[in-house]
T-cell receptor
Framework: QKEVEQNSGPLSVPEGAIASLNCTYS??????FFWYRQYSGKSPELIMS????GDKEDGRFTAQLNKASQYVSLLIRDSQPSDSATYLC?????????????????FGQGTILTVHP | ETGVTQTPRHLVMGMTNKKSLKCEQH?????MYWYKQSAKKPLELMFV???????ENNSVPSRFSPECPNSSHLFLHLHTLQPEDSALYLC?????????????FGSGTRLTVV
């Protein structure tokens, strides 16, 4: 089972619609959750972080977390062509190796979103 | 300079060459990471440095050799690479080793091995 799994894409929505991106994770002790946006040929950019169950809104973006179901989602309202990118779900979970405990950020495979005019 | 800077942006090297990738963070963070991103694959964590001490080597071949002289600088030394090592190499940093608040990524080095 993949540690972080995203809904298969690509996802295509018309301009002005709501884009819904989903992610599940396998490690129940995961502590923090992120959505990154990556434009073609660029590096990932953090757009949302969420730490507790429920919704978190930032402008047109809403992240939702359900730890019991091990599920994270991202909603993009009023989608714009500039939102067209790959969206990466990332999950931070504590890891123990070499006598040291540290956090490890694991990424899903990404969902390609295209917003067409 | 702000954020996380990586040099060079692009690198083409032969299989017998030796080259180094450089990463510098200006955020006052204490943990730094190397990730590899290949086409159609998730980002793969390669190395973790927490307070300049290596805490993870994710089964990376020895032809990749990291170096972290201080909490602000991270290098990836490359030698006798294979064509399948061609990828985008990303450096990232976080406030501390927990990574609780997420990572900030550099712009990456696009590596092509010929």
């Amino acid at each position: 089972q993949k540690e972080v799994e995203q809904n298969s894409g690509p996802l295509s929505v018309p301009e002005g619609a709501i884009a819904s991106l989903n992610c599940t994770y396998s490690d129940r002790v995961s502590q923090s959750f992120f959505w990154y946006r990556q434009y073609s040929g660029k590096s990932p950019e953090l757009i949302m972080s969420i730490y507790s169950n429920g919704d978190k809104e930032d402008g047109r973006f809403t992240a939702q977390l359900n730890k019991a179901s091990q599920y994270v989602s991202l909603l993009i309202r009023d989608s714009q062509p500039s939102d067209s990118a790959t969206y990466l779900c990332a999950v931070n979970h504590p890891t123990y190796a070499g006598g040291t405990s540290y956090g490890k950020l694991t990424f899903g495979q990404g969902t390609i979103l295209t917003v067409h005019p | 300079e702000t954020g996380v800077t990586q040099t060079p942006r692009h690198l083409v090297m032969g299989m017998t060459n030796k080259k180094s990738l450089k990463c510098e963070q200006h955020l006052g963070h204490n943990a730094m990471y190397w990730y590899k991103q290949s086409a159609k694959k998730p980002l793969e964590l390669m190395f973790v440095y927490n307070f300049k001490e290596q805490t993870e080597n994710n089964s990376v071949p020895s032809r990749f050799s990291p170096e972290c002289p201080n909490s602000s600088h991270l290098f990836l030394h490359l030698h006798t690479l294979q064509p399948e090592d061609s990828a985008l190499y990303l450096c990232a940093s976080s406030q501390d080793g927990t990574g609780f608040y997420g990572y900030t990524f550099g712009s990456g080095t696009r590596l092509t091995v010929v």
